[in-house]
């Protein structure tokens, strides 16, 4: 493992020697930052991001320093200082030059790698970005902080929509889903949302993820298809969506040891079609783990506990791992080492025991033939000759088994019975394949030291007469034949390369060194002798593709030839161009799978069977034109097809015109460095580049006498405009004194008008201020008159407010007045009601006295009557009889007396009731007068309070009489409560029993004294008068009612 300390350089080389990873961690280089101060300081890396190419990475430390690493050209180079932390970066797809980040001060900043130039500045945050995610277009990118997402357009560096959310909510992540136009967003609270990019229109949202697993999301990854949408938090469960089904369709639980997941990101394939496998879980432990989400098996790990990871990010083409480790250093992981032993293929089925050479084989040794699937006994001695054949012809066996099998365990014969089998090989395998039937040795340092050449003259231009719309695409295919170029010298002059080597370079546009490979290995075996007719087409070539059909179909060729049509038309389009424009990418790749697995003559013959399997539209076309229209489109044609019948012409041609005999077998390139390729005619070669020199030569000659005669010529001009400016300048010397004359005569003129308005503008300003005086002088009389007529508003008022007050303090002495001679009335009423109260009680304790002397003279005479001697029978009866009829008529006159009383009782309540409904009919009349009258004093008070308004200074010498003013109302106002309850009283006390009409008189007056009066002594005192006087209105009613039972009891005593 190579370190690197960046110290204060701004620029140098990552590694000063070819880096080798380990198998064990595969680290590529280490970086750290350390200050070069007296006391050293580690300056921490805090992201890390690359660009769509993966070769290039961009850093940036906690002071703001962003550096660019390339890992292709082997360079870094520190881009920018921004003296805050970095807090996200990310870079602009669309400019390749340009990135984004974002600060700790909330704002997003462009800045171009080249110029190192601020290119713009967008603020609008209002917490720390911690995400930026750029579409695949380039042409916008979502900033994500934990309160809002914004929506950026990247061309204007204006922002184009605001996502604000729920503090309680917040913001998990927001990011565009590759390759597609739809924006996710992520909140904490579980929810996920799809929008559409361009209208913000939500798609869907997914559902809540299930009960049995719930966790709360924390980081989210995608694969590159945007299919599948991998989630993960405080929990060693992940959640894998198929966001096409929205629903979870995989619950990945990860090892016990796992209690939180920090950061998620799929690896990806250049295989896999987007459709990533392999998804990096980095732990609470700082180790990243890689697991296959189809087979839920870990495949390798990154970090450890004693060095752990804070952070990561994986190139696109899935080389290169960027780890920002928890000491501040940066390390850079190798995925193909990491991934060596996993990709390694299994170890062949068929093992092979070889005999030991020249061993004589004694008659006590025991012999053995291992089989599949038996085991042969031990054979004696006088066998040997039979096993000795029988081993040698396991060693052929062996040797043609050595032949096919492939060094990662691949077999040849295999591959090609499951390719007549199927067809074609599996996509998923295809490339890993194709590697292993073309044995590319991968020399990574050869491949460099071409690359390093940089683009071959011969295709600096290539766009004008190649028109490629992906500039990536461009630069691959033009890296790529610079490298043939500069591997062999005829590559710069074959006008056909481009064509040759475009369909590989745009299926391995991510894997350049295969790339190369596939092509040299294609140039080297199946474009053998094409190079010794240069610049020629192959003659030989094609007269073995016209031997084969004539052999096989005569009648075709025949009419090839009627109509004057060779080879060079119906046979090299489809060789030169490898059959790319006849086929779709489909056919294409099914075509060369079985190219790859059989012999180099199979592509010559691919050419004989695609115009046998065309005979039929071929046999119809008579023109030239049609011929060539033909052979450099598309055409309805099965390619299974065409594949079979290249099988059968390889079998069914005769060896003297088969091209397999005059074709060598398949030859690797070299390991270590690519083999010299010199099949062509060399001295043509070199006197085309001689003539190109010379002509380059001459051409350049010939600029340079062109730019000789123009400088010549302009030097001619200049010494001819040269004179005429001088010839000029003289005849405009007299006309600049003229009219330096002409200006002088204005300027003294203006200078006199320039006094003459500063003198008016004097006058002007000093009429001005006499103006502003005299102003100032009105405005003081008008101030003056206003504050004098206010004085005696004020006054007035004043003399208004204390007329008031002497009428309210008139008012309030004559209610005084009223309210004495009301309790004096309202006391003579009172003193007449008790007198006739008293009258009445002495009445009815006289008659109750002479009713209880009469009975008791009667039981006084019973008494006698009952104890005196009884005379004789008929005195007794007749005295008897006497006695009887007379208590009869005494208890008959008793009885109506009685209902007499009761009946002027009845009468007496009835008067006693009406008495207090007009009572109550005059109190609601006195309360309406009184409302009235205060309603009134409200007016008046409103009025004041609308005339203090203005005088707010005077207020303070009224208080006193407001304050007295407001104590009277509310004691009028609080005196109003218990009138209510009179009514209530008054029925309580008329229904109460037999009252007398004085008496209840007697308690209504003495209620409305206690409403009237305010005095707290006599309030009291008539209080306990009341009580005193219903306690003896009490006693009496029990002492008549005791009386009235006696009474009705007695005559029925007498009856018995």
Partial sequence: MQSINLGNKESGKIWHRKPSPATRDGIIVNIIHNTSDYLPKVLRFLNVAFDSSGDSLIAGDHQGNIYVFDLYGNRFNLVQRTSQACTALAFNLHRKSEFLVALADYSIKCFDTVTKQLVSWMRGHESSVFSISVHASGRYAITTSSDTAQLWDLDTFQRKRKLNILQS??????FFLPLTNTILSCFKDNSIFA????????????????????????????????????????????????LEAKQVFRIIQMPTKVRAIRHLEFLPDSFDAGSNQVLGVLCQDGIMRFVNIQTCKLLFEIGSL????????????????????????????????????????????????????????????????????????????????????????????????????????????????????????????????????????????????????????????????????????????????????????????????????????????????????????????????????????????????????????????????????????????????????????EE????????????????????????????????????????????????????SAVIREVYRLMDTTPTDIHPDSM??????????????????????????????????????????????????????????????????????????????????????????????RQKLAAVKRELKVKEVHLQDAARRRLLQLQQEQREMELRRLDDEIERKVRMRDRDIVATAKDLEVRRLELGSQKSLHEKNLTRNQEAIAKEMREDADANKRKVDLEDHMFHRPIGTDQTQNQNTQKLIEQACLNTDWRIQALHKQRCDDLHRNECYQEVAKLLQKNRKKEMEVLNAVMEGEAKKWEEAEEQDFHLKSEKKAAAPSDASRRWFLENEIHAQHPCHKVPRCQDEWVASGRLPRTSQLKDISEMESLTQISLNQRKTHWDTMEWDLMERVRNLRQRLATQARNRCQTPHLLAT
């Fill in 195 to 242: 929008w559409e990019c361009d209208t913000l229109v939500c798609k869907y949202q997914l559902p809540a993820p299930p009960e049995s697993s719930s966790i709360l999301y924390k980081v989210f990854a995608v694969t590159r298809d945007g299919q599948i949408l991998a989630a993960g938090g405080k929990s060693n469960h992940l959640h894998l969506w198929c």
């Fill in 663 to 756: 074709l060598d077998v398949f030859v690797a390139l070299t390991k270590g460095q690519y083999p010299v390729f010199n099949q062509y005619p060399k001295f043509i070669v070199d006197r085309q580049t001689q003539e190109r020199e010379r002509i380059r030569i001459r051409d350049d000659e010939l600029d340079y006498l062109r730019e000789r005669q123009a400088v010549e010529d302009m030097q001619a001009e200049l010494d001819q405009q040269r004179v005429e400016d001088e010839a000029w300048y003289q005849k405009q010397e007299p006309l600049r004194k003229a009219e330096e004359t002409r200006r002088e005569t204005p300027l003294q003129e203006e200078e006199m008008m320039i006094q003459q």
């Fill in 169 to 174: 909510v917040g913001i998990q992540k927001v």
């Fill in 306 to 585: 004693d060095e752990g990871i804070s952070s990561s990010a994986i190139s696109p083409h899935g080389r290169y791992i960027a780890s920002i480790m928890e000491n501040g250093s940066l390390n850079i992981y190798s995925v193909q080492t990491l991934t060596k032993e996993i990709n390694k293929p299994p170890p062949p089925l068929v093992k092979v025991i070889e005999d030991l050479p020249k061993r004589k084989v004694n008659s006590g040794d025991l012999k053995m033939k291992v089989t599949s699937g038996r085991v042969q006994r031990p054979a004696k001695s006088r066998e040997n000759k039979i096993q000795a054949r029988i081993l040698k012809q396991d060693l052929t066996g062996n040797f043609e088994n050595k032949k096919n099998e492939f060094s990662d365990g691949l077999n040849k014969k295999r591959l090609q019975i499951l390719l007549k089998g199927y067809g074609e090989y599996p996509m998923k395998y295809r490339m890993f394949i194709w590697r292993s039937l073309l044995q590319l040795p991968e020399n990574h340092t050869a491949f460099s030291n071409l690359i390093d050449k940089g683009i071959h003259v011969a295709f600096l231009n290539l766009q004008k007469k190649y028109p490629i719309k992906s500039r990536k695409l461009l630069r691959v295919l033009q890296r790529t034949l610079s490298a043939l170029a500069h591997w062999s010298t005829i590559f710069s002059d074959t006008p056909y390369l481009p064509l040759l080597a475009f369909p590989f370079v745009k299926l391995f546009q991510n894997n350049q060194l295969i790339c190369f490979e596939v092509v040299a290995t294609l140039i080297i075996n199946w474009c053998q002798h094409w190079f010794e007719y240069f610049p020629n087409p192959p003659i030989n070539i094609l007269s073995m593709i016209e031997n084969v059909l004539a052999f096989h179909d005569k009648e075709l060729l025949q009419h090839f030839i009627n109509h004057d049509i060779t080879s060079q038309l119906y046979a090299w389009p489809l060789l030169e161009t490898v059959f790319s424009e006849v086929l779709t990418r």
């Fill in 588 to 639: 294409w790749l099914k075509l060369f799978d079985n190219v790859f697995s059989n012999h180099p003559s199979f592509l010559l013959m691919t050419v004989v069977a695609y115009n046998i399997c065309s005979r039929a539209p071929l046999l119809n076309c008579n023109l030239k034109d049609d011929f060539e229209y033909f052979f450099h489109h598309r055409n309805n044609l099965d390619i």
